[in-house]
């Protein structure tokens, strides 16, 4: 009988271990999120300093909405590879109608890497400017939302890991000069349990198995 316990014990410590193991591998290789922000979002139209009068031509002449993405890799030992980066503008006031798209190539990230990314694109929109400026002319911020979609590949010891699904949003709030603070993006959904949660699931399963 205590040899029986004794090799009961034994295999139990064993696959104890072993799961151990396993998990402090998984969590050492587990990558961590890139980190996005809307770091400077301007446009000239709403500059009331260089346009004395705001609504006297809608739409403006310049129909520009310039930004700047930045992009984090906190990782110190995995690249990243970006899908092509596609953003939609959205107007807050108007029931967040769209004003506008723009798209960034695909790139590869390395370790601790930060990288920006410029653009612009045109917004056209009549209604959009009609509020706008008539917001910016009366010294209140004007709200936009930028929404950015994109997936992800981790570079993790020379082999790359399957895409992961990004929809991030952030809220730009633009001054009477046109311009803003900037912004963080943040998740709207994020695909990441799909590659992430079943470990978790799989460790469960294992402390269920050894204590039952």
């Not at 034994?10 to 396993?22: D, H």
């Amino acid at each position: 009988m205590s040899l029986c316990g004794g090799c009961c014990r034994w295999c139990t410590g064993f696959i104890f271990t072993l799961g151990l193991t396993a998990l402090l591998m998984w969590l050492s290789f587990r990558p961590s999120r890139p980190k996005f922000s809307v770091s400077e979002f301007h446009i000239p139209a709403l500059n009331k300093t260089s346009n004395s009068n705001l609504t006297s031509q809608i739409p403006p002449t310049n129909t520009s909405i310039f930004f700047n993405l930045k992009l984090e890799n906190p990782n110190k030992d995995k690249g990243i590879y970006y899908d092509a980066l596609s953003l939609t503008f959205y107007y807050d006031a108007l029931n967040y109608s769209q004003i506008g798209n723009a798209s960034i190539p695909a790139f590869y990230q390395g370790y601790k890497k930060t990288a920006h990314k410029k653009g612009n694109l045109s917004a056209g929109a009549r209604a959009f400017w009609e509020d706008a400026t008539k917001v910016v002319s009366e010294g209140k911020k004007a709200a936009f939302m930028v929404r950015m979609v994109t997936r992800v590949r981790y570079k993790i010891v020379g082999f790359k890991t399957r895409r992961h699904g990004l929809n991030l949003t952030a809220k730009v709030e633009v001054n009477d000069h046109g311009t803003s603070h900037g912004a963080k993006l943040h998740s709207l959904w994020v695909t990441w349990c799909g590659g992430y949660c079943a470990p978790w699931v799989m460790v469960w399963m294992f402390l269920v198995l050894v204590l039952w």
